[in-house]
Nanobody
């Protein structure tokens, strides 16, 4: 079982980045996928989530209108498109796959740094 993240990096304020989350070794398509982020010394924050079939999508107020979560069933991937990035978006971003909270798998985390 693996959840592998890609994307991230350094971008200037106002720029865009796309993170991706890919699952293998389990039926990725039936899992709810949630993106979290964490800054050192602070609690992990929910950023966005998307359920099986993409019928329920949720965003943190801080990213609404700027971030878009989507999933590609054929590629077994979930994406987080991040636009109009701000320095406050700087964090390590994590992808979590969960099935009714009974099976939970985490990605390795990826750094996003937004310079002012």
């Amino acid at each position: 079982v693996q959840v592998v993240q890609s994307g991230g990096g350094l971008v200037q304020s106002g720029g865009s980045l796309t993170l991706s989350c890919a699952g293998s070794g389990f039926t990725f398509s039936i899992y709810t996928i949630t993106w979290y982020r964490q800054v050192p010394g602070k609690e992990r924050e929910l950023v966005a989530s998307i359920n099986r079939g993409s019928s329920s999508i949720n965003y943190a107020d801080s990213v609404k209108g700027r971030f878009t979560i989507s999933r590609d069933e054929d590629k077994n991937k979930v994406y987080l498109q991040m636009n109009s990035l701000k320095p406050d978006d700087t964090a390590v971003y994590y992808c979590r796959a969960d099935l009714l909270s009974r099976q939970v798998y985490w990605g390795q985390g990826t750094q996003v740094t937004v310079s002012s």
